[in-house]
């Protein structure tokens, strides 16, 4: 069965500062991977994806993701953090190989410090 | 830009009591989902449903909730007699392909359910 993990429940980044929020994963066969973000009292808002080809995932607000198989992991990355960055990220994960539901990670809170 | 809307957005009942949950998912999507997240815990998948039949649903999704399409827009989650751990804010989602294998899902604000 697959499986996300962020280790990290609270990230705290100063403002301009560039940001990292960890995932890794755990699927059978080959993953496709997404990144979400939930602000206070909305919904989940899709950021960027993984499916195949380049490692390396661009998205909405400036944010990116790095695929990297041997170390079965898919860190969110921003290079200059804001203020309105604050919010719950959440990785996601799926195993191509089934028709299997989308995994959600716990979730990572972020919050960039003026 | 179109977004999934769902109703209420917060619902206080009583426990044992029968509570629905509505979603009017993008008009041109043909996969819905609801997932659910009790507080300060992760979002975990409840039910998939495509072409008016659940297609996949996890062990959270026993007897006591069903989901139907009623009609062309509308997508709801029922559950029959509620239980104090059924507390949740329960998401629905819909996606144009099989949006767990390729594409995104779009979710909805939430429905925050609180059951005293």
């Known amino acids: 069965a697959q499986s996300v993990a962020q280790p990290e429940d609270q990230v705290n980044v100063a403002e301009g500062n560039p940001l990292t929020v960890k995932c890794t994963y755990s699927?059978?066969?080959?993953?496709?991977l997404f990144w979400y973000v939930q602000y206070p009292n909305r919904g989940l808002q899709f950021l960027l994806k993984?499916?195949?080809?380049?490692?390396l995932v661009k998205g909405s607000y400036g944010f990116e993701a790095e695929f990297n198989k041997s170390q079965t992991s898919f860190h969110l990355k921003k290079p200059s953090a804001l203020v309105s960055d604050s919010a719950l990220y959440f990785c996601a994960v799926r195993d191509n190989g089934g028709n299997t539901p989308l995994v959600f990670g716990k979730g990572t809170r972020l919050s960039v410090i003026a | 830009e179109p977004e999934v809307t769902q109703t209420p957005s917060h619902q206080v009942t009583q426990m044992g009591q029968e509570v629905i949950l509505r979603c009017v998912p993008i008009s041109n999507h043909l996969y819905f989902y609801w997932y659910r997240q009790i507080l300060g815990q992760k979002v975990e998948f409840l039910v998939s449903f495509y072409n008016n039949e659940i297609s996949e649903k996890s062990e959270i999704f026993d007897d006591q909730f069903s989901v139907e399409r009623p009609d062309g827009s509308n997508f709801t989650l029922k559950i029959r007699s509620t239980k104090l751990e059924d507390s949740a804010m329960y998401f629905c989602?819909?996606?144009?392909?099989?949006?767990?294998?390729?594409?995104?899902?779009?979710f909805g604000e939430g429905s925050r359910l609180t059951v005293l």
């Open positions: 989602a819909s996606s144009r392909t099989s949006g767990s294998a390729t594409g995104e899902l779009f």
């Open positions: 993984y499916i195949t080809g380049d490692n």
């Open positions: 699927v059978s066969g080959n993953p496709y």
